[in-house]
């Protein structure tokens, strides 16, 4: 994540040039852009939403773990007090 500002200076910096120097129309150039955009944040949605579900698989399997330590846990506790 440190390097997230980096990169979307760089995504501007390639944008700005890329319409200055663009060998299309005002139109076409317009419309690539807007297309590319849309692509990029289509992506970074994906990329997004690939993480939290991750994150979800991660906790979920944390506390399935939690949960089956404690019950051992407990368990051993019962059989020890019975003796």
Not at 14 to 20: E, I, M, S, T
Not at 49 to 66: H, P
């Amino acid at each position: 994540m440190k390097s997230l500002p980096g990169i979307l200076l760089g995504i501007a910096a390639g944008v700005v040039v890329g319409v200055l120097l663009a060998p299309q129309s005002g139109k076409k150039t317009r419309e690539g852009l807007v297309s590319d955009t849309d692509n990029f944040f289509s992506d970074l949605q994906d990329q997004l939403q690939d993480g939290l579900e991750s994150i979800r698989k991660q906790y979920n399997d944390y506390v399935e773990t939690a949960t089956d330590k404690t019950k051992s846990v407990a368990a051993d506790a019962k059989r020890r007090a019975k003796f």
